[in-house]
């Protein structure tokens, strides 16, 4: 779609908000910045703008506002069921997100990596395989470096890695990946899709313009992936942590095996990796048969694998103090990306959980304790609900506390020698933090200064 003169709304001044409208200057469309938050000075966000032009709306927008504009861009953190976004689609007004512009101008071939969790890993991994191959690689979205920023750097033989969450998907339109995949769909984000029905059809969309010369790489062990293969346009590769597939990359005991469907390869042992946990192990298979599917050899894919190291705030060491290891998985912002991490443990552990309610149950997450989890200190929002679903399930061994820094202290005050220490909350980060990232890095500066 050509934007050259076009009026297009962006709305948000997050990252995501500048961003696009950093593009929107580039392909010379007529801008308007809005945000409904009345608080915001008109001076913050011209700040946030630096160099690029927009009109700023803040407060109340108006029909004559929306009779106006041509496209409206919306920030993942704006529903497409909010009124002002409703009030935008019944005038006939074209709504996309920040992935969908930047496709727009994408001029290379593109891997598209959703699920519930795993993302991070999984993109990274195979950013950093593509990349040993293909300089002109770009990993971006979710991970932390903008697609909008990145996209005027592809070419005809550039390739783009994204990370892309459910809320971007909601509105992909365009939007055609050479290779997709969606690593599981586990309860999350209900208070926004309101139905996992909702919620795996979006992230469904990541295969939606796919067509049979395309490649989605499918979790064989989901229940809503094993029905979502009977539909899909894609040609379907699996990836399994459990038994062989038909064709794509599995786990057989201590080794990852390929399999075309006629020549089976074992790749690696999983104790060459520095990556802990079955969940990296299927990680690990799922970059294997998306990168196998972009024609990376078979040497590059597995010497990067074994040089690849568990990125930032997805259990990640942060130090030993007085004997106790320390662990940062503040990317853990559900329950079940929490339940591998605490699986991952090989000690006794002192869990971190709370946080921000996103309509979760924590059940699955309190009995996946067994004999690992010997104290839970609780933070944030949910304390009370985990709290009351722990003491139902026969766990009551917890301590509340009101700061990251109180955390610490008690963690610091009950471990023992030989035992760890691991954040992972299950729940997102809002109303304490800016996000999991902050959470993350607090939590280890204050590890970090601990005698």
């Known amino acids: 779609m050509e934007l050259k003169g076009k ?32 608080k915001l000075k008109k001076a913050d966000v011209e700040a946030k703008l630096k160099s690029n032009k927009a009109e700023i709306v803040i407060g109340e927008c108006s029909d004559e506002l929306i009779s106006k504009v041509d496209l409206l861009v919306i920030s993942p953190g704006v529903p497409i069921d909010s009124p002002l976004v409703l009030r935008f689609k019944e005038a006939g007004v074209l709504v996309w997100g920040e992935i969908e512009l930047a496709y727009n101008y994408d001029k290379g071939s593109i891997v598209a990596i959703t699920g519930t969790n795993g993302k991070t890993t999984t993109t990274a991994l195979v950013g950093q395989i593509i990349k040993a191959y293909n300089e002109k690689t770009f990993v971006v979205g979710n991970i932390g470096n903008s697609y909008t920023g990145e996209v005027f750097n592809t070419s005809k033989d550039s390739v783009t890695v994204a990370e892309i969450s459910s809320f971007q998907l909601e509105t ?27 919620y795996a059809e979006t992230k469904e969309r990541v295969a939606l313009k796919q067509t049979k010369d395309d490649v989605c790489v499918l979790n064989l062990e989901d229940e809503w992936l094993q029905d979502f293969a009977k539909k899909c346009s894609a040609s379907v590769v699996y990836f399994s942590s459990k038994r062989k597939v038909e064709v794509g ?6 080794t990852i095996r390929y399999t075309d469907g006629v020549n089976d390869k074992e790749f690696l042992n999983v104790h060459d990796m520095k990556l802990l ?33 568990a990125v930032e705030h997805r259990i990640e060491f942060v130090a030993t103090k007085s004997g106790v290891d320390y662990y940062n998985d503040s990317k853990g912002t559900n329950p079940d990306a929490a339940i591998k991490a605490i699986e991952a443990m090989v000690k006794p552990t002192i869990l971190i959980a709370g946080g921000y309610d996103k309509g979760s149950e924590f059940d699955e997450y309190i009995n996946a304790f067994g004999d690992k989890v010997r104290l839970m200190v609780l933070l944030g929002q949910t304390s009370q609900k985990i709290a009351d679903t722990a003491k139902k399930l026969g766990f009551t061994n917890y301590i509340f506390a009101n700061s ?13 020698e030989g035992e760890a220490v691991l954040l992972s909350p299950a729940c997102a980060s809002w109303g304490m933090f800016d996000n999991y990232e902050q959470r993350g890095e607090i939590f280890k500066d204050l590890v970090n200064k601990l005698a």
């Open 7 to 38: 009026k297009v709304m962006v709305v948000g001044t997050g990252i995501s908000g500048i961003g696009a409208v950093d593009l929107l200057n580039k392909v010379g469309a007529d801008v308007i910045l809005y945000d409904g938050n009345e």
């Open 277 to 309: 946990g079955v969940h990296n192990y299927e990680n690990v298979c799922a970059a294997i048969a998306m990168t196998k599917a972009m024609g990376i050899p078979d040497e590059v894919i597995i010497r990067e694998v074994k040089n690849f190291r």
């Open 172 to 198: 992909t339109n365009e939007f055609h990946p050479k290779v997709s995949a969606i690593l599981n769909i586990t309860p999350d984000h209900l208070n926004r899709h309101h139905t996992m029905e909702c």
């Open 249 to 254: 990359a599995y786990v057989d005991g201590d």
């Open 404 to 416: 990251m820094e109180e955390v610490v202290d008690i963690c610091a005050k009950n471990a023992k």
